[in-house]
């Protein structure tokens, strides 16, 4: 049971006893379904804020959910859960709840009793915006249950209910998110003291969300050490373990293109572990490690000891980390140092500060969301950087342990063939660097005028014969069965990755099994000389006969921009034909770009309605229309026959 933490001082009519509730023994269930680790950081944001206000929280990973606990709720005495719950691929739930979001559509799925509130996080720009979220939402009320607050939705791409406000400002999504994130938790809040009869309490706006978890840390001078003073060692949180993290080891690491700042990446690694098989078009997760300079920086600026061992128990007992485990470990692989700093740790650094200056300080940038955006996010300050600036701030290392979010993994698609390398998986990458510009700061390295991607940086760094701790992960981006079908691809950037993939694995099958391959390939970037990744090899595809047509689009080569939907358009009539030809498209590349892509595919199929293609075969005029290009590219995508596999 989690303790509860500084409770404001609220009051409880009798009411709140009769209807079976009372705020200090029954829990609020947090449960987040998250890829990528936004869901899952929010949830702890959300609990914190919640005990802050005096109720006891859990935050449940919904992989470990259990049947049982939605079962013990009754009308006097309901269950409440709250779920911050991320889409994925077409519409699909991210790999920890879809156990769960299968039993919610099932018919065997009841809960009376339940009284829940749902957070969407999703993008808008994905045709199955949010649709995860949406459905439990729905079918929880359908099922039973009873709605605390409504289901808000947050928006990657923009809009939604903070449109005015993404007006004014530049917002990331993290920062958008953080603002809906932040409305939606007071809206439960307020639902929540309504069932539980809450009085009388202060100043529902102005909660900073800071009120953190409590950790338990014993240190010691030796593995040996730390593991002989403890009888019964605390188990390893299931978080940690429920992925099955793989070691592979870095076969092979080249330069694809250097030109200014901008560098690509080919990487190849091994697959050791027998058990391990992909195939083409699937996804690799990488875990990755922070820097050392920063490690060092961090445990300088701290008065950290790296070498110590410490076993680090949380409120239920459990260790977020390996038991035992060095602090370098921690600060190296489990603890992010790269990332942007969120408003709610100034806040709580403000509270830890001991001079006036940067408590003001770091209490305007937490209120002040203009300046946070301008010297926080823009100027891509990390801890390491807060802490630099504010020197009074004395965080102890359970301080430490409050604020610093889990380091998530990257997914990248891999960019080999299962057929031709069923052991090694091939990456194709660019490495995240931007030039800071951080307003009345001198910066002098050239590292300090520089924001470093944390996977992509990590990955440029790492040696040939190093292992890096990776899982592979399913996608529903698959060539089809037939390789006779005619085949569209279309990508941009490293957009080639996963298409690389599929030309090597045609090239496989013409060469062991004579079948003849139709591809067409639609490939964008900036310069021919610049980024054009694997040109060579596209070039030699289409001497082997594997590729039949290859159109570039470049788009910094001439005055005019050249993109591969003009591309797209330019060939009309190649592209009529092999979609006539029951052909299957594949798109890969950015968010923005495959919206491009989709309206150029939408233009083509009115072309072929207009044109002799399709116009003998439709008697209805409406047919033509752009409407019913629409249903006709959603069909496709129904069948499996237009397929995307897309990331802002
Ligand atoms: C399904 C899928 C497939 C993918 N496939 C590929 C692929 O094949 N090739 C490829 O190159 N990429 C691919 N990606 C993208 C990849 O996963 C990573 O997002 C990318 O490599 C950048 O990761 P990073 O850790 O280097 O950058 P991060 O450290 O995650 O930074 C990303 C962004 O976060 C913000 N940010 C981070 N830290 C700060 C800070 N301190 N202050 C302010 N802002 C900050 C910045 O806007 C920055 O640009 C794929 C993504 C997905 C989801
Ligand atoms: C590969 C990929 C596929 C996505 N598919 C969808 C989708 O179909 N619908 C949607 O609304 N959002 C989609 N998104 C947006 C994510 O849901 C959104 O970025 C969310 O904040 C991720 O949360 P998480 O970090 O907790 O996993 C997708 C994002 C990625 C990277």
């Not at 409050?402 to 052991?423: E, G, H, W």
């Not at 990776?470 to 085949?487: E, G, H, N, V, W």
């Not at 080639?496 to 090239?507: K, V």
């Not at 590219?633 to 237009?642: H, K």
Request: charged fraction near 25%; glycine fraction near 6%; charge should be negative.
């Amino acid at each position: 049971m989690l303790s509860c933490l500084n409770n404001e001082d609220i009051s409880k009519t009798p009411e709140s006893s009769r209807n079976g509730l009372d705020i200090s023994t029954n829990v609020i269930s947090i449960c987040f379904g998250s890829q990528t680790g936004t869901a899952e950081n929010y949830a702890h944001e959300i609990a914190n804020f919640l005990r802050k206000r005096g109720f006891l929280v859990d935050v449940v990973d919904l992989e470990f959910f259990s049947k049982a606990s939605f079962a013990e709720g009754t009308s006097a005495s309901p269950q409440i859960a709250l779920f911050l719950l991320a889409t994925y691929g077409e519409g699909e739930p991210t790999d920890n709840a879809k156990t769960f979001y299968e039993w919610v559509k099932s018919e065997e799925a009841r809960f009376p009793g339940v009284r829940y509130s749902v957070l969407g996080l999703g993008n808008s720009q994905y045709e199955h915006y949010n649709t995860v979220a949406k459905d439990v939402d729905r079918l929880m009320e359908a099922r039973g249950a009873e709605r605390l607050s409504q289901l808000l939705l947050c928006d990657a791409a923009g809009g939604g209910g903070d449109e005015d406000f993404a007006k004014l400002v530049d917002m990331t999504f993290l920062f958008r998110l953080m603002i809906s994130a932040g409305r939606w938790a007071k809206e439960v809040s307020r639902a929540l003291d309504t069932l539980f009869h809450v009085k009388d309490r202060k100043g529902y706006d102005d909660q900073p969300m800071a009120t953190r978890k409590n950790f338990y840390i014993q240190m010691f001078e030796s593995e040996e050490a730390a593991t002989r003073s403890n009888k019964k060692l605390p188990a390893s949180s299931a978080k940690l373990d429920h992925v099955t993290k793989k070691l592979m080891k870095v076969r092979e690491k080249r330069e694809l293109q250097k030109s200014g700042d901008r560098r690509f990446l080919h990487v190849e690694l091994d697959l050791e572990d027998k058990e391990d098989a992909y195939e083409t078009g699937d996804h690799l997760a990488i875990y990755p490690e922070n820097k050392s300079s920063l490690v060092e920086r961090f445990a300088v600026r701290t008065s950290i000891d790296l070498d110590k061992w410490v076993i680090v128990r949380d409120d239920v007992a459990a260790s977020p980390f390996p038991v035992p485990c060095t602090l370098r470990k921690i600060f190296t692989s489990y603890l992010d140092l790269n990332c942007c700093v969120k408003q709610d740790w100034l806040a709580f650094l403000a509270e830890l500060a001991l001079s006036d200056d940067d408590r003001r300080n770091l209490n305007w940038l937490s209120e002040d969301s203009f300046s946070y955006q301008k010297h926080i996010v823009k100027g891509y300050k990390n801890i390491v950087d807060v802490l630099a600036d504010h020197k009074s701030v004395h965080l102890t290392l359970e301080n430490i342990l409050q604020i610093l979010p889990r380091v998530q993994p990257r997914y990248y698609s891999i960019s080999s063939s299962s057929s031709s390398s069923p052991k090694q998986v091939h990456l194709t990458l660019k490495v995240l660097e931007e030039e800071i510009d951080r307003p009345g700061q001198s910066m002098e390295s050239r590292a300090e005028r520089r924001f470093e991607g944390t996977c992509s940086s990590f990955l440029s760094c790492v040696h040939v014969g190093c292992s890096v701790q990776a899982q592979l992960r399913r996608s529903p981006f698959k060539l089809p069965k037939d390789l006779s079908t005619p085949i569209i691809l279309v990508g941009a950037g490293t957009g080639i990755a996963p298409l690389r993939a599929m030309y090597l694995e045609a090239h496989h099958a013409m060469k062991i099994s004579g079948v003849n391959v139709d591809i067409a390939f639609f490939y964008g970037c900036r310069k021919e000389d610049e980024d054009c990744l694997y040109r060579e090899e596209m070039e030699s595809m289409m001497d082997a006969g594997v590729i039949n047509s290859l159109h570039f689009a470049f788009s910094r080569e001439t005055s005019k921009k050249i993109y591969v939907q003009d591309r797209i358009r330019q060939q009309r009539t190649e592209v009529a034909q092999i979609m006539q030809k029951q052909g299957c498209i594949y798109v890969c590349g950015s968010i923005s770009m495959a919206s491009e892509v989709r309206r150029a595919f939408v233009d083509v199929l009115i072309s072929m309605v207009n044109s002799d293609i399709l116009s003998k075969l439709l008697t209805n005029k409406q047919e033509g229309s752009e409407e019913a290009a629409r249903e006709r590219l959603r069909n496709l995508q129904a069948t499996g026959r237009y397929q995307q596999d897309i990331w802002s």
